[in-house]
C-alpha cells in the first residue's frame, strides 16, 4: 500500500520581527498541517513555538548543536517513527549548517525514508562577490555523494531546503537523480523570496525574486506542489515563502 506524505520546508528568518510573525505561522501550520516540516534558520525562541503549536509531532534532538539552532526536522508522530538521525558536512561556511537527515519508519506500511535538509549558503558572500564564486556548487555535489551514501537501494528520499539559489543545486541534484516537485509535475517553480511587506527591505537595496527554497525526491512520485502565500493581518511567516509539496512513496 502505497503512503501519501505532505512535506513542507521553511526558512523561519531566524527571530527577526518574531512577534509580529508568530500568529501567521501558526496560522499556516494550522491550515496546512504538514506531515513533515524542514525548517533553516531555527532558533530557541521557535523552536518552542513550534513544539507548542505542533503537539502531535517529533523532532530530533541531537548532539550536535546546530540541530537547536540551525535546522531540525518534525514529523508527526502519529505516521513516522525515526529510526536514525545525523548531521552530515557537506562544505558549510557557516559553523552550525550540515546536512541533517532522518531516517523515518511509516506505521504499518511502505518503506523506510530518509529526510533531510540543508541550508547552503547566502550568495553575497564576501568571497563570492568578490570572485564569482559559489559555494553552493560543492555543497551541492557533497549533498548528492551524502545522500546516496546514506539511502539504501530503492528506499524514497526527500531533500528539503533553503539551497539559496535559483539554479546550480537543483541542476546538480538532478544529475545525481534527484528531481524538484515542480518539474516532477511539469511545473515552472515560483519564486519564494523575498516576501516583500515581511522582509523590511530598506529602500535602494537590491532585490529580486527569486526560488531559493525547494523540495527535491528519489524514487518518491510528486502528487502536488505549491508555494502558498500565506498570509495573516497583512503579515507573512517570514521573508521567504515555504513549499509543500505532496508525494506517494
Same mark, same amino acid.
Given at each position: 500500500?502505497?503512503?501519501?506524505?505532505?512535506?513542507?520546508?521553511?526558512?523561519?528568518?531566524?527571530?527577526?520581527?518574531?512577534?509580529?510573525?508568530?500568529?501567521?505561522?501558526?496560522?499556516?501550520?494550522?491550515?496546512?498541517?504538514?506531515?513533515?516540516?524542514?525548517?533553516?534558520?531555527?532558533?530557541?525562541?521557535?523552536?518552542?513555538?513550534?513544539?507548542?503549536?505542533?503537539?502531535?509531532?517529533?523532532?530530533?534532538?541531537?548532539?550536535?548543536?546546530?540541530?537547536?539552532?540551525?535546522?531540525?526536522?518534525?514529523?508527526?508522530?502519529?505516521?513516522?517513527?525515526?529510526?536514525?538521525?545525523?548531521?552530515?558536512?557537506?562544505?558549510?561556511?557557516?559553523?552550525?549548517?550540515?546536512?541533517?537527515?532522518?531516517?523515518?519508519?511509516?506505521?504499518?506500511? %511502505?518503506?523506510?525514508?530518509? @529526510? #533531510?535538509? !540543508? $541550508?547552503?549558503?547566502? *550568495? /553575497?558572500?564576501?568571497?563570492?562577490?568578490?570572485? %564569482?564564486?559559489?559555494?553552493? @556548487? #560543492?555543497? !551541492? $555535489?557533497?549533498?548528492? *555523494? /551524502?545522500?546516496?551514501?546514506?539511502?539504501?537501494? %530503492?528506499?524514497?528520499?526527500?531533500? #528539503?531546503?533553503?539551497?539559496?539559489?535559483?539554479?546550480?543545486?537543483?541542476?546538480?541534484?538532478?544529475? %545525481?537523480?534527484?528531481?524538484?516537485?515542480?518539474?516532477?509535475?511539469?511545473?515552472?517553480?515560483?519564486?519564494?523570496?523575498?516576501?516583500?511587506?515581511?522582509?523590511?527591505?530598506?529602500?535602494?537595496?537590491?532585490?529580486?525574486?527569486?526560488?531559493?527554497?525547494?523540495?527535491?525526491?528519489?524514487?518518491?512520485?510528486?502528487?502536488?506542489?505549491?508555494?502558498?502565500?500565506?498570509?495573516?493581518?497583512?503579515?507573512?511567516?517570514?521573508?521567504?515563502?515555504?513549499?509543500?509539496?505532496?508525494?506517494?512513496?
Amino acid at each position: 500500500m502505497q503512503l501519501r506524505t505532505s512535506i513542507v520546508t521553511y526558512n523561519l528568518w531566524r527571530t527577526v520581527n518574531w512577534q509580529q510573525r508568530q500568529n501567521a505561522l501558526a496560522g499556516f501550520l494550522a491550515v496546512t498541517q504538514p506531515d513533515i516540516m524542514c525548517v533553516q534558520e531555527l532558533q530557541a525562541e521557535t523552536r518552542t513555538f513550534l513544539d507548542s503549536v505542533l503537539p502531535n509531532h517529533a523532532r530530533v534532538a541531537g548532539s550536535f548543536p546546530g540541530w537547536m539552532v540551525e535546522g531540525n526536522i518534525y514529523w508527526d508522530r502519529r505516521m513516522f517513527t525515526m529510526i536514525e538521525c545525523g548531521a552530515e558536512p557537506i562544505g558549510h561556511v557557516e559553523e552550525m549548517r550540515r546536512l541533517f537527515w532522518v531516517r523515518l519508519w511509516p506505521q504499518g506500511k %511502505g518503506y523506510p525514508l530518509l @529526510v #533531510a535538509t !540543508a $541550508h547552503l549558503t547566502f *550568495k /553575497a558572500t564576501e568571497n563570492e562577490l568578490l570572485t %564569482g564564486t559559489s559555494p553552493r @556548487v #560543492a555543497q !551541492a $555535489h557533497a549533498m548528492v *555523494k /551524502a545522500l546516496d551514501k546514506l539511502a539504501s537501494l %530503492g528506499d524514497p528520499v526527500l531533500l #528539503a531546503g533553503d539551497f539559496n539559489d535559483p539554479s546550480h543545486p537543483t541542476y546538480i541534484l538532478n544529475d %545525481g537523480g534527484y528531481v524538484d516537485c515542480f518539474t516532477a509535475l511539469g511545473l515552472t517553480s515560483p519564486p519564494t523570496a523575498p516576501t516583500y511587506k515581511t522582509s523590511n527591505l530598506p529602500p535602494g537595496r537590491p532585490s529580486t525574486s527569486q526560488t531559493l527554497d525547494w523540495i527535491v525526491s528519489r524514487d518518491a512520485r510528486a502528487v502536488a506542489a505549491l508555494v502558498p502565500e500565506y498570509v495573516l493581518d497583512g503579515v507573512s511567516p517570514s521573508d521567504h515563502l515555504p513549499v509543500l509539496a505532496v508525494y506517494e512513496t
